[in-house]
Antibody
Framework: EVQLVESGGGLVQPGGSLRLSCTAS????????MSWVRQAPGKGLEWVAD????????YYVDSVKGRFTISRDNAKNSLDLQMNSLRAEDTAVYHC??????????????WGQGTLVTVSS | DIQMTQSPSSLSASVGDRVTITCRAS??????LNWYQQKPGKAPRVLIY???SLQSGVPSRFSGSGSGTDFALSISGLQPEDFATYYC?????????FGPGTKVDIK
C-alpha cells in the first residue's frame, strides 16, 4: 500500500522553528518529486514547496521563501520541511504529497493525513 | 503566478442530480489541470488529472473537460458520498495553485 505519514507538528511561538517529516512506503520514493501542501483552518489548499527526485531542484511559494527549506533522504524514504521564523499565518495542517506524473503532467497522489502546526503565543 | 477561480463557491444538490463545477485559469495552461475531492477532516484525493483523465479507482460518474483556460468537473448522478468540497489545481508552473474550492452539500 502506498502511504505517506507526517510527523513533527505542534504548537510553536511566533518566530520559532519546527521541522516536519514525512515517511513514505509502498513505492520507489527516489523516482518521484515530492511536495508539501498546507491548509489553514477552515481555508483552502496552498502548495508550499516541492523537491526533485535527487534533491537538485527545489521550489517554494513566495510567502515561505527564505524561511522554509524542503529536503529529502532517499535512503530513508523521508521528506522534511524545516520551518523557521514562523508566523501566525503559517498555522495550518501540513500534508506531504507525492507528485504522480504522466508525460509532463503532475498531480498530487497520494496525500498524507497531515500534521497540524499552530503558531501562537 | 497563475490564479485559479472556481464557480460556484457552493451549491446544494440532491442525490441523483448532475452537477457541474467550473474552473478558470488566469492564463493558458493547456491540460495541466487536476481536480480533488476533500471531505471534512480528511486529506484530499485526486479525481481527475490532466484535465480529463479519470484516476484509477474513481467512479466513472466523475468526468473532467476543458483545455486552455476553462475547465469543468461534472458528476453525473450525485451519490451521498459525493457531498464534499472540490478543488481544481494547475500544474503548469510553480507555484502550483489551487482554486478556492466548491462545497457541494445536500439540498
Amino acid at each position: 500500500e502506498v502511504q505517506l505519514v507526517e510527523s513533527g507538528g505542534g504548537l510553536v511561538q511566533p518566530g520559532g522553528s519546527l521541522r516536519l517529516s514525512c515517511t513514505a512506503s509502498g513505492f520507489t520514493f527516489r523516482n518521484y518529486w515530492m511536495s508539501w501542501v498546507r491548509q489553514a483552518p477552515g481555508k483552502g489548499l496552498e502548495w508550499v514547496a516541492d523537491i526533485k527526485q535527487d534533491g537538485s531542484e527545489k521550489y517554494y511559494v513566495d510567502s515561505v521563501k527564505g524561511r522554509f527549506t524542503i529536503s529529502r533522504d532517499n535512503a530513508k524514504n523521508s521528506l522534511d520541511l524545516q520551518m523557521n521564523s514562523l508566523r501566525a499565518e503559517d498555522t495550518a495542517v501540513y500534508h506531504c504529497a507525492r507528485e504522480s506524473y504522466s508525460n509532463w503532467n503532475r498531480w498530487f497522489d497520494p496525500w498524507g493525513q497531515g500534521t497540524l502546526v499552530t503558531v501562537s503565543s | 503566478d497563475i490564479q485559479m477561480t472556481q464557480s460556484p463557491s457552493s451549491l446544494s444538490a440532491s442525490v441523483g442530480d448532475r452537477v457541474t463545477i467550473t474552473c478558470r485559469a488566469s492564463q493558458r495552461i493547456s491540460n495541466f489541470l487536476n481536480w480533488y475531492q476533500q471531505k471534512p477532516g480528511k486529506a484530499p484525493r485526486v479525481l481527475i488529472y490532466a484535465a480529463s483523465s479519470l484516476q484509477s479507482g474513481v467512479p466513472s460518474r466523475f468526468s473532467g473537460s476543458g483545455s486552455g483556460t476553462d475547465f469543468a468537473l461534472s458528476i453525473s448522478g450525485l451519490q451521498p458520498e459525493d457531498f464534499a468540497t472540490y478543488y481544481c489545481q494547475q500544474s503548469y508552473s510553480t507555484p502550483f495553485t489551487f482554486g478556492p474550492g466548491t462545497k457541494v452539500d445536500i439540498k
